[in-house]
């Protein structure tokens, strides 16, 4: 197999209208002995009829020869190591024992290099078994009202993530487009361009899938066995929630749309979500828990999303139904409010209520007369009867003492009646409802906080994944600075380095002169030494006046260069003092104006016979030694300058981590916060459910004290008189 460069340019694949073109001539363009000749499928105008994607073009061929029907992806763009890639899965899926597979959904295939003749060129295809069946949005769209057949799609579309889960495969872009759903509603999976197997690990992904379905955080560089969790997640919840409450698929999915019920935004914005909104606040807990945990997934890290796989219980056909009257202590079964066992931990579970009413048992009147209660009911006549008689007597007595039988008889039965157990059970049993009560929240106060915690919680979660953006967005903005800052410090250096090095031509001509100059000075100095006065003295300078010169240290016509005029006012005339070569003045005895003039002039013709004889030039050792330093001078600044990018660079490096660090503190601060968001919302869940089950607590209380106290009722004075006589 050929490699090629990594800069070599990728090669031009058709456009779908061109392998149409093709394919009207499949005798000619076709070698495959299955192919060629072979009959595609056509539109109403009479071309090759293209299903049309991403990265190629798919046409239906029934062959000449066998009458098979094929479809015949055709490539529309370049995918690196393409042929590698085919011949893996291929290998891969050839292994898989279909005996032990959920179901059929793997479909055979073959990769032909150079197979199709487009123009003067050849083009690979991907020949592939054709199956009649419809994507998986097409089928909801015709059967999303049947619940039983949903619900077992989806326990199918959880085994066939298992499948893939046990062989290490990840499909890559699990969506309703992919998924078919044949006559027998299995399922079968197509489009395998992105598929992950073993064979492959190492290489990068081709394609992120459908953005409809992945994980905000997905990325390009992706590529493994986690590639089809989210979106596995987010089929599963769509199912399930649809064979719940098949009105969701009307009110949630638009006609053809490129989703089941939620889309890339839900995910990447659930504070704003109103699909995913309606899904949270759903009443039924298997819906809104599903709903809640693709929230908290959204947020995560590929590698640390669970496999669906690994919380759905194994299943190779479709569920049997079977009725059974449940016990006593049966659990609760799934459907509306319950959980199946396989979502315990995954979803928020209800919490137990925090109190459970005891009811106690309040007797509903008086029960079995007591001796007390007949002695009672027997005396009440003969006292009134004893009443009866004082009175007819119309004996002279108080009004107390005429009532006196009936005032007994109304004590007597007062205290029988406080004899018995029922008022005692019936005042029991209402101060126990009333203190149970008591201990309850009132509902609707208790609802309307928890409802007010939670939108002051969504609140802030929300100003937190709106905060995350924009913090990234200033790391960003510090690095581009630091960035900038480098670059313009390293500039800002060259400059002021080439500066240097372009005036150093004008530098090496400055020495030169100056060194030159130094040299010509130095023999002009020289020769002036070796002029003494007293050896060829200037015109009218004697021994006298040599021997006084040389006495101030002018021996020589380097010792002074020049005179300078002074008024003698004590005379009223002008002498002179001479410069000695340090700038000092001296006066010398017999030294006047015309002697100076003498001297100076002598110095000059001296000077002058020196300047005629100076070095004209320099040497060539000096010259190449002040070259050298120049070229050193050179070689230092070029130094300088090759170690700013180094520099620079190392300052871009040191930027890139201060980035990736801070984006790594900012990514474990919002996963951290991501999971205490869930957590809290578990929380809150858990809380509604347990205000939901207190709820009925504080009705079945209240219902409980208001029957204690007409129980209580029931147990008055003329109650009991009715009782003694009537039993009842």
């Known amino acids: 197999m050929s490699v090629r460069s990594p800069t070599a340019p990728q090669p031009q694949f058709p456009s779908g209208a061109a392998y149409a073109e093709a394919l009207q001539h499949t005798q000619l363009c076709f070698r495959h002995p299955e192919l060629k000749g072979a009959r595609p499928d056509l539109t109403k105008l009479g071309l090759p009829r293209a299903i049309s994607g991403a990265f190629a073009s798919v046409f239906s061929l029934t062959s000449a020869t066998s009458g098979q029907r094929y479809a015949v992806k055709c490539f529309t763009r370049y995918v690196p190591d393409q042929e590698r890639r085919y011949q893996a899965i291929s290998a891969r899926l050839a292994r898989l024992d279909r005996a032990e597979l959920s179901q059929p959904w793997n479909l055979g295939f ?66 309703h487009g992919n998924l078919l759903v044949a006559g027998d509603d299995t399922l079968r999976l197509v489009d395998y361009d992105g598929m992950y197997v073993p064979d492959l690990a190492g290489l990068g992904g081709t394609e992120r899938g459908h953005r409809n379905y992945q994980s905000p955080l997905r990325g390009n560089d992706d590529f493994g066995v986690e590639l089809d969790r989210f979106s596995a997640w987010v089929i599963f919840m769509s199912l399930k929630a649809i064979a ?57 890290p590929l590698e640390l999303l669970p496999p669906l796989s690994d919380t759905i219980p194994k299943q190779r056909t479709a569920p049997t139904v079977t009725t059974t009257s449940p016990g006593p202590a049966a659990a609760p079964a799934g459907g509306a409010g319950g959980l199946p066992g396989w979502m315990t931990g995954h979803v928020p579970s209800p919490a137990r209520p925090t109190s459970t009413a005891t009811v106690s048992t309040s007797p509903d009147g008086f029960r079995g007369r007591t001796a007390l209660d007949v002695a009672t009911a027997l005396l009440w006549p003969l006292l009134l009867a004893m009443t009866g008689v004082l009175l007819m007597a119309g004996l002279p007595m108080p009004t107390a003492v005429a009532g006196a039988p009936v005032a007994a008889a109304l004590l007597l039965t007062a205290f029988a009646r406080s004899r018995r157990v029922e ?14 009560l008591g201990r309850l929240d009132e509902p609707v106060k208790a609802a309307e906080k928890l409802r007010k915690e939670k939108e002051k919680f969504e609140a802030t979660e929300s100003e937190r994944s709106a905060a995350h953006p ?82 101030v240290g002018i021996r020589s016509a380097a010792d002074f260069t020049g005179y300078r005029t002074v008024q003698n006012n004590s005379f009223n005339s002008t002498g002179a003092v001479l410069v000695i070569s340090n700038g000092r003045l001296v006066n010398v005895t017999g ?74 503190r900012l990514t474990q601060k919002h996963t951290l916060a991501g999971q205490e968001a869930a957590r809290q919302r578990q929380e809150f869940s858990q809380r509604a459910v347990t205000l939901k089950q207190n709820r009925a607590i504080h009705e079945s209380l209240s ?19 009715r009782f003694i006589y009537v039993g009842r």
């Open 423 to 436: 008022r005692a059970q019936a005042r029991a049993a209402l101060a126990g409802l009333t203190q149970q």
């Open 470 to 551: 924009k913090e990234q967005d200033k790391l960003t903005a510090r690095y581009h600075a630091e960035l900038k800052e480098a670059e313009q410090r390293k500039v800002r250096k060259q400059r002021e380095i080439d500066k240097k090095i372009g005036k150093l031509a004008e530098d090496l001509s400055k020495a030169l002169l100056k060194a030159l100059t130094d040299k010509q000075n130095a023999y002009v100095r020289d020769r002036l030494g070796r002029r003494l006065i007293a050896d060829s003295p200037p015109h009218g300078i004697g021994p006298t006046l040599a021997a006084r010169l040389a006495a």
């Open 244 to 300: 719940t409450d098949p009105t969701l698929w009307n009110r949630l999915h638009q006609p053809s749309g490129e989703f089941l019920l939620l889309t890339e935004e839900d995910f990447s914005s659930p504070g704003g979500s109103t699909g995913l909104q309606t899904l949270l606040a759903h009443p039924d807990q298997l819906v809104s828990g599903l709903a809640d945990r693709v929230r908290s997934l959204a947020f995560q």
């Open 703 to 721: 219902a409980s004290v208001e029957a204690a106290r007409m129980s209580l009722r029931r147990l008055a004075y003329a109650h009991y008189v």
């Open 110 to 175: 073959e990769y032909l290099p150079d197979a199709i003749s487009v123009g003067q060129q050849r083009y690979p295809v991907l020949k592939m078994e054709w199956i009649e069946a419809v994507t998986l949005s097409s089928w909801l769209d015709d059967n999303h009202a049947d619940r039983f057949a949903v619900d077992r799609l989806a326990d199918r579309f959880a085994a066939l993530t298992r499948d893939l889960s046990q062989h290490e495969i990840a499909h890559g872009d699990l969506q």
């Open 591 to 664: 030294i006047g104006e015309a002697k100076a003039i003498g001297l100076d002039v002598w110095r000059r013709d001296v000077v002058a016979s020196a300047v005629a004889r100076q070095p004209k030039a320099l040497g060539t050792a000096e010259r190449q030694q002040i070259e050298q330093g120049i070229t050193r001078r050179r070689a230092q600044l070029t130094d300088q300058r090759s170690a700013l990018e180094p520099a620079t660079e190392a300052l871009r490096v040191q930027a890139r981590k201060k980035l990736e660090d801070g984006r790594s």
